[in-house]
């Protein structure tokens, strides 16, 4: 059960990524009314599957469904999918439009060595305030849910939250790191 249980919260993350896609056969199904489901069907197939490759022949029985769980009940739902479905798009070339306007301005400036300065100190304070947004927002978020009466607990919600924007945070920290450095280097000439 354990290692089914795994392979069905792997499956139903992958499914709340396709879920802005607004995909039918998603295992996760954002609905109109604002609630965001569980579709049974492919976890109880899973279930059936890995019982028969172990031979237990009653795994037959289980039955084949398309009930689902309300996993959250929000009228942000449709507001987080168009938001996510926008921040993918833009984080893919943004960065390097950033980047390229960085060393664009500092070619064209006429001291070089305080506008890179400048430029690493604004991106220390951009993170932090990054970081401090993510804060809010996880609390934010968190509060919603429990205010709402969701079925989920604010310490479950915590820890999607935490693993969605684990890898945006590590990146966030590391350019804050970087940029650190160079602001040390500089002032350190």
Do not use: C
């Not at 769980?69 to 921040?87: F, H, N, P």
């Amino acid at each position: 059960f354990a290692e089914v249980w795994k392979q069905a919260l792997s499956v139903s993350h992958e499914q709340a990524l396709t879920v802005r896609k607004g995909s039918p056969d998603a295992a996760v199904v954002a609905g109109a009314d604002g609630a965001l489901r569980l579709q049974l069907g492919p976890v109880l197939d899973g279930i059936r599957t890995r019982l028969l490759a172990q031979g237990v022949t009653f795994a037959q029985a289980i039955p084949t469904t398309d009930q689902t769980i309300v996993l959250v009940r929000s009228d942000l739902i449709g507001t987080v999918v168009v938001a996510y479905g926008i921040v993918t798009t833009v984080s893919a070339w943004l960065p390097w439009v950033a980047l390229a306007l960085l060393i664009a301005g500092v070619l064209v400036a006429r001291q070089r060595r305080r506008t890179i300065l400048n430029a690493g100190v604004a991106t220390v304070v951009i993170m932090a305030v990054l970081l401090a947004v993510i804060g809010i927002g996880r609390a934010v978020g968190i509060g919603m849910l429990a205010s709402n009466g969701s079925v989920i607990t604010p310490a479950a919600a915590g820890s999607v939250f935490d693993q969605v924007t684990q890898a945006l945070t590590q990146r966030i920290l590391a350019l804050g790191v970087l940029a650190g450095l160079v602001v040390a280097a500089m002032a350190a000439r």
